[in-house]
């Protein structure tokens, strides 16, 4: 690494971050320099444990040799392809390779470039699969409260986090919102998904009665919401929302954008659920987070709708400069060696009780008013400071970083979701680091 990389920039002032407190960071910068495996080293060389996957998408572990040689060999082989009327081989491959994982009946795939843009693609596909099938009147889009679906005009209307929505104005118009499922008066300290508030799923029959079922195109979900701070969703809610999308002709999206590729312990949570969406929106872990990628997955009903029209003629008006990349696709196919050699698509299932217990036995520790988990994600909840909500836990953030372990919080949440290549002793070694810092802030 050249010595460029390893010093600390002494003028951070034209670096807008994003999701950032800017003047807190810059008064006391946060850096890493280099990473491997499990572990960032920080500019002051300092080992850091990453309990966050970076964000949730280094699923492989960091500078996995498969990814770094399958990127270099790319680069210097076929750069750039343009992504519209031209092909390359490996994207096309990929394709199959990712088809092949993804749950019985997802058999086509679009590439964007973060989850944003799966996000946004999808709500875009619905609507114009509802109107190539003659039923244009389907527009309205159904979120929920507390979802999280990226940072563009569709993802934040169909999102429910206030922060996220109350600067930006209107956003999309004919969007409506179900309500969350965190009950944590019914099921605080539940191991894996709860066992209260199925018949929240119920929410949609009433917006379906209040709008008509022929003016929806589709409801989003997270399977597991993660950047809201894990929210589960109760025993049975994801096959009844199945059940009242289908009888409405209403098209169910999961955004997969962080529980896909082997977060829960199966490739997909439609695996881990049993249920499986009409569209599936990924990014992250699909390329190990290491070049930007997201795959929307469709069924071929919703595909062969859009496939009419003269031959000569595009069929979806949409696609990105960078939809397909062959640097990305080589990260991605990469990445997929390296999941089917480790097993790391099923890797969680087997942790799962042991990270289970670990993270359940902060229960009792200053502040802690909730632990819940499921697969390889884990969130334990403190008590707010009156009047100061976050600072508890942006506190224990920054004292975890000082203590060599990297977490992500969200409000009064720590949310953790470990490389799946994660070992049991470094799962004590993660609970033991959060035990002190909880016992050490305020
Ligand atoms: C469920 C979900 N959807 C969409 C996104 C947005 O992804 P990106 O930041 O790559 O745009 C995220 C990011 O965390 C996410 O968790």
Redesign the pocket.
């Given at each position: 690494m050249s010595n460029r990389l390893k010093v600390t920039p002494n003028d951070l002032s034209a670096f807008w971050m994003p999701f950032t407190a800017n003047r807190q960071f810059k008064q006391a910068p946060r850096m890493f320099v280099s990473a491997k495996d499990m572990h960032y080293t920080t500019s002051d060389g300092r080992k850091v444990l990453d309990g966050t996957a970076g964000?949730?998408?280094v699923n492989a572990g960091h500078c996995r040799p498969k990814i770094t040689e399958a990127i270099q060999h790319q680069a210097a082989e076929l750069d750039y392809a343009p992504a519209f009327q031209m092909g390359h081989p490996i994207v096309f491959e990929l394709a199959n390779r990712l088809v092949d994982i993804a749950p019985k009946g997802m058999d086509h795939v679009f590439f964007t470039?973060?989850?944003?843009?799966?996000?946004d693609t999808a709500l875009k596909m619905a609507i114009a699969y509802h109107r190539a099938r003659g039923e244009g009147s389907r527009t309205r889009l159904i979120g929920r409260e507390r979802?999280?679906?990226?940072?563009?005009f569709g993802?934040i209307s169909v999102g429910g986090i206030v922060n996220n929505r109350k600067m930006f104005g209107t956003l999309l118009g004919g969007v409506d919102h179900m309500p969350h499922t965190h009950l944590p008066e019914k099921n605080a300290f539940s191991k894996g998904v709860p066992e209260h508030g199925a018949e929240l799923a119920n929410e949609l029959e009433r917006i379906v009665a209040l709008h008509d079922a022929s003016t929806i195109a589709a409801v989003i979900v997270?399977p597991v919401?993660?950047?809201t701070g894990v929210i589960l969703p109760p025993k049975g809610y994801l096959q009844k929302l199945r059940e009242i999308c289908t009888k409405h002709g209403i098209l169910l999206i999961f955004?997969?954008?962080?529980?896909g590729f082997g977060r829960l312990g199966t490739p997909f949570a439609a695996d881990y659920f049993g249920v499986t969406p009409d569209i599936m929106?990924t990014?992250?872990g699909v390329s190990n987070g290491v070049i930007?990628m997201?795959a929307v997955f469709v069924t071929k009903e919703i595909h062969d709708a859009f496939m009419t029209g003269p031959d000569h003629m595009i069929e979806f008006f949409h696609g990105y400069t960078y939809s397909g990349n062959p640097i990305a696709c080589a990260a991605a196919l990469g990445t997929l060696d390296t999941y089917k050699e480790e097993g790391l698509l099923t890797r969680g299932e087997e942790l799962a009780p042991y990270w289970e217990d670990a993270l359940h036995s902060l229960k009792g520790e200053p502040n802690v008013i909730d632990v819940r988990n499921i697969g390889l994600i884990g969130a334990i909840e403190l008590a707010p400071i009156a009047g100061q909500p976050t600072k508890r836990a942006f506190s224990a953030f920054v004292k975890a970083f000082e203590h060599g372990l990297l977490i992500r919080t969200t409000g009064d949440i720590i949310a953790l979701s470990p490389p799946l290549i994660i070992t049991k002793g470094q799962i004590n070694e993660l609970i033991d680091h959060l035990r002190d810092v909880l016992r050490s802030i305020d």
């Open positions: 964000l949730w998408c470039n973060s989850g944003s843009e799966s996000v979802g999280y679906h990226g940072v563009n993802g997270e919401a993660g950047s955004d997969e954008v962080i529980t929106t990014a992250k930007p997201g």
